[in-house]
């Protein structure tokens, strides 16, 4: 970096300061200045009395006095200014001496002989010498401070000059320092290179001994392809003969696919009739005469026993009651032939029949056996029997393009009163049910537990739920009675997309109360009450019934909550079937008559032909 010129000149200042203006710190300067002094003349002495001429002198005196006044201001004004330009011209590099004052100065100002008080003309003249010494000064210093206004405007002009040659130096900075830049990423770059080109090297020296090895093997593959086109003349002559037996087997499988989708047809239509067989056959056994029998199959039943009045007194006389029925079980016969008499009925229900099974007979006849039976498989009942009858048809019928839901009820009656016996919540927060006859003549009952099943487990678990729940007592005939009739409803809807046919049916098991006397139970109070209402109820589905089978008008359907439910199930639409159970104690002669005498009467009652809910 140069260095800005600083003048070589030396020049001496003096100072100036508050006692500049009354003339002591230039005493040395007016003694320079100042001429060899006149010699004084001596005067006479004179006084002067009552003139004015001393005070005209004093007042002139005092004129000259702030003439010097004003002089020495602007003097001070002057040096502030010249002060500042030393300084500035300091801060540059420039080389400024300070004044030094005279030996004689003293502290005070003033000459070195102090004029007396009362001669004014030398005082003066002293003051007009150091005027005279003041202007001077002032000429100089004026000339030094254009001098270094010069100076300042060379040094401005050369400042100017560095600070653009230091931009210049600044940019070309800034491009060495791109360019260093730019060198140090190729210098990575050619050090990248320099890797890729080592790592290179080496494989290409690996590649050198593969190469030689491929070439040993392109030796032995060319051996291996001439091979190899013998083989592959022999294998499109193969082919060309698979092509044509491919031809043949493709004609061969279009004819299977034809075939298939005829006998498919063919088992639709198979399907269809076996449907319409079934229901023909069902119609057939209930329109044959009871008297007939096939075989080893027992059709009639007789009983003897004390003749009985109509108002239920003894005779000493015995009497042969005979009845006849479509089958008669003996206490010897299973379960499994029981069911078996009914299959075909409960297969009317995925067929898109409505289907009902009763279970009736005295207390302790054994109907809740009939229709549930044990947990065991040879001892279940006709409940669970049905149920995987229903779903494994249902899994046979999946393969002919069939889609089945089902939903499961399991309602009680107990007098007169409907108990949903799928409930698990509280008891004191049990919901009230109402029977609901829908808009499509479809009957429902509010608030109660519909469940969705897809599996014969889930509804052996709603079975077991509800017999928890049942309402059962001790009467004189049985010490565990079930005092209430148990509905259970399997709602079935199938679908065939494929053949665009819909079937909606509803399988209706009911296990009936224990029809009895009032002087065989003996039963009081609140089972006297539960009595009445069961019985009530079953003659009620007596009346039913025959109502029905008269075509009459008008069937009272509402004069009990059993038959007002079932209503969809006891009329034309639907197929019915009552299991009668007696008891073979002699006790039980009374009873078993009665029951006998009523499923007769429901057995000579002939409801219509069943039709099928298809769409």
Known sequence: MSRLPVSS???????????????????????????????????????????????????????????????????????????????????????????VAPAGAKAGGGGANKRHAWDLKGKVSDMEGKIRNYQTKYKSINQENEELKGTMIQSQTRVN????????????????????????????????VSSEKN?????????????????????????????????????????????GTLRDTEEEVRSLKETVSQQKDDLHAGEMERRRLH??????????????????????????????????????????????????????????????????????????????????????????????????????????????????????LGAQGWEFNFTASFVEIYNETLRDLLYTGKASKRPEHEIRKLSNSEVTISNLTYEKVSNEDQVLGLIALANQNRSTAQTAQNDRSSRSHSVFQLDIEGVNAGRDVKCKSTLCLVDLAGSERMLKSQSQGERFKEMTAINGSLSNLGIVISALANKESYVPYRNSKLTYLLQGCLGGNSKTLMFVNIAPEPDSFGETLNSLRFASKVNDCVIGTASANRK
């Open 161 to 192: 000059q560095m600070e653009k040659e230091l931009e210049m130096q600044r940019s070309q900075i800034s491009e060495y320092e791109d360019e260093l830049h730019a060198l140090a990423g190729v210098r990575n770059e050619l050090e990248k």
């Open 279 to 396: 229901n023909t056959i069902q119609e057939l056994k209930a329109s044959l005469s009871a008297h007939i029998c096939d075989g080893d199959l027992v059709s009639s039943l007789s009983l003897t026993g004390e003749h009985l009045s109509h108002t239920g007194k003894t005779a000493d006389t015995h009497k042969n009651y005979n009845f006849s029925f479509d089958r008669v079980f003996g206490p010897t016969a299973s379960q499994q032939e029981v069911f078996e008499e009914i299959s075909l009925l409960v297969q009317s229900a995925l067929d898109g029949y409505n289907v009902c099974c009763f279970a009736y007979g005295q207390t302790g006849s054994g109907k809740t056996y009939t229709m549930e039976g044990d947990e065991f498989d040879r001892t279940r009942g006709v409940i669970p029997r049905a149920v995987t009858q229903i779903f494994r048809a249902a899994e046979k």
């Open 9 to 99: 000149s030396k020049r001496v200042l003096t100072s100036s300061s508050s006692s500049s203006e009354n003339g002591q710190d230039f005493a040395p300067a007016q003694k320079k200045l100042r001429k060899d002094p006149e010699p004084v003349r001596p005067r006479a002495a004179a006084t002067i009395i009552g003139s004015k001429r001393p005070a005209v002198a004093a007042s002139r005196a005092l004129v000259l006095i702030l003439s010097c006044f004003l002089h020495a201001l602007s003097f001070v004004v002057s040096s502030g200014v010249l002060k500042q330009s030393i300084a500035s011209t300091a801060a540059k590099g420039g080389n400024i001496k300070q004044p």
């Open 199 to 243: 790592t290179l090297q080496k494989e290409l020296s690996n590649l050198e001994g593969k190469y030689k090895v491929m070439e040993t093997l392109r030796d032995s593959q060319e051996t291996e392809l001439q091979t190899l086109k013998m083989k592959l003349s022999v294998q499109e002559s193969t082919l060309a003969r698979l092509q």
